[in-house]
C-alpha cells in the first residue's frame, strides 16, 4: 500500500519549502495531501496559490504515515494558534510516524510540545525559542531524532528530502 503524506499550510508558507518536498514525494510514488486551516486557496510567501485538499477539521492521524511542515515567517506562526494543528502534530509524534520540520516550522512543534530533550535545527532566527523549548540544538543541514526530521533553510532541502525520504523507506 501506497504511503501518505500530509503537508500543513497556511497563508504565507515558504513556496520551494513545500512545493521540492512535496514534488520529491510524489516522483517517488507517495501519495500527498494539503491540510490547510480551511478548504479555502493559500497562498504561499511568494504568492503562488494552492488548494488545499482538505482542512485540519477533516483530518485525521490515522490516514497518514508522516507530515511536513513548511516554513515562511507567517505560516508557522498562524498554524501553532490552531488547537486542531497542535493536537494533529502530536498524535502524528506518539504514532512514530513521520514529522518533517523546516526552517521556521519549529514554532508548531514547540507549541505542539513535541521537542523538549529531542536533537533538532532551525532557521537561526528561531534557535533561541528553540533552545528555550528545550531542544537539543544542532546547526546542521538536517538533525533527525527518531520520527523528527528537521532543516534549516531552503538550501537544505537536498539533504532533508534524503533523510525523508531514507526514513519513510525503513
Excluded at 63 to 72: E, F, H, K, M
Excluded at 101 to 117: D, E
Excluded at 147 to 167: G, Q, V, W
Aim: one cysteine or more; charged letters at 30%.
Amino acid at each position: 500500500m501506497t504511503k501518505k503524506i500530509a503537508f500543513i499550510a497556511t497563508d504565507g508558507y515558504e513556496d520551494l519549502e513545500l512545493h521540492y518536498p512535496r514534488i520529491r514525494l510524489i516522483e517517488a510514488g507517495y501519495n500527498v495531501e494539503l491540510i490547510g486551516l480551511t478548504n479555502r486557496e493559500i497562498k504561499g510567501k511568494w504568492g503562488y496559490p494552492f488548494l488545499p485538499d482538505l482542512s485540519i477539521e477533516k483530518a485525521d492521524t490515522n490516514d497518514y504515515d508522516g507530515i511536513i511542515i513548511p516554513g515562511g515567517t507567517k505560516n508557522p506562526d498562524y498554524l501553532r494558534r490552531d488547537q486542531k494543528v497542535l493536537e494533529f502534530v502530536r498524535k502524528i509524534n506518539e504514532q512514530g510516524k513521520l514529522i518533517g520540520a523546516i526552517c521556521h516550522a519549529g514554532w508548531v512543534l514547540i507549541s505542539a510540545k513535541i521537542v523538549k530533550s529531542r536533537k533538532a535545527t532551525s532557521y537561526f532566527a528561531i534557535k533561541d525559542d528553540m533552545i528555550n523549548a528545550g531542544v537539543i540544538f544542532e546547526d546542521n543541514a538536517v538533525v533527525i531524532d527518531k520520527n523528527l526530521i528537521t532543516s534549516r533553510t531552503p538550501e537544505d532541502l537536498p539533504e532533508f528530502m534524503k533523510a525523508t525520504l531514507k526514513f519513510l523507506e525503513s
